[in-house]
């Protein structure tokens, strides 16, 4: 009996600076540790009008040097120092990112 899969057809999302809103976050176990996986959905902009859904990864770190903390400054503002990351505190925030590799 013959096994049949259709290709799945990608297209990349063109580098480029674009509103989205961070839809999810999940934690997951990684290649390099603890991360955290962010889903974006991107506004509809020329091309996609139906939107488009991106993620992106960072270490489940949470100080002034990780990604996790520039991120969630880039959304709050100044982070207090007694702050704790809370990952709903982010969700439904819009945040303009410069996607140089984007995966679908």
């Known amino acids: ?56 990864w960072c270490s489940r770190k949470f100080s002034p040097k990780s990604k996790l903390y520039a991120w969630t400054a880039a959304l709050l503002g100044k982070i207090p120092a007694d702050y704790t990351f809370d990952s709903d505190d982010l969700l439904e925030k819009m945040r303009v990112g410069d996607w140089k590799e984007s995966r679908q």
């Open 1 to 56: 009996m013959s096994i049949k899969i259709s290709q799945t057809k990608y297209e990349p999302v063109p580098e480029g600076i674009y509103p989205a809103t961070i839809e999810a976050i999940e934690a997951e176990t990684g290649e390099f540790g603890p991360q955290l996986k962010f889903k974006f959905q991107l506004e509809p902009f020329q091309g996609f009008d139906d939107g488009k859904q991106l993620y992106a």
